[in-house]
């Protein structure tokens, strides 16, 4: 792949991991509202380059699911990227990112127990399980200084490999 990608993450993208819905997903996988997680799905469309839009959707699922532990692999442009992440042994995260007019920026997690969508441009996210709920979620500020702080190294970890995998077309490691 012939795409030119910037050389470091811009750490002032990263915000979206302080949205309510993204709050309110980090804290159900976290209290196991959907059981374990087996797949993490996220959709980012914005204005932006590809890899500033993979390191903002990696950064709200490292948020939700810590740190990856797993191989990426990478297909893409400077437009639009797809990753494939084995995040950690059991758990499978695809990322579709691209540049485009208007905003998309959704998530959705599968669990053992149920699943949980995020829609990161509402006001709230939705529990299924063997019914459906839709939370609405306001964070207080001490939700929000709990959810923790955006680790940049983390993220420019994945999006390392994620570059990494653009170049020789192969499953790259996330740690070294």
Known sequence: MNAVHSSAVDA???????????IGLASAARMGQFGLPHAMHGELVDAGSADQLAARAVDVVTAVLGPCQGDVVAAGSDDAWTLTIRWR????????????????????????????YADLTGP????????STRVGFG???????????????????V???ARRSLESGQAEPSVS
């Open 12 to 22: 002032t993208l990263l915000v979206d991991r302080f949205r309510g819905p993204a």
């Open 89 to 116: 042994r059991g758990v499978v995260v695809t990322l579709l990112v691209g540049r485009g007019d208007g905003v998309v920026h959704r998530y959705r997690v599968l669990g053992s127990n149920g699943q949980a």
């Open 124 to 131: 709230a996210f939705e529990l299924v399980g063997t019914t």
């Open 139 to 157: 964070p207080t500020p001490e939700d929000r200084a709990g959810s923790g702080t955006t680790d940049l190294a983390e993220v420019e970890r």
């Open 159 to 161: 999006i390392a490999a």
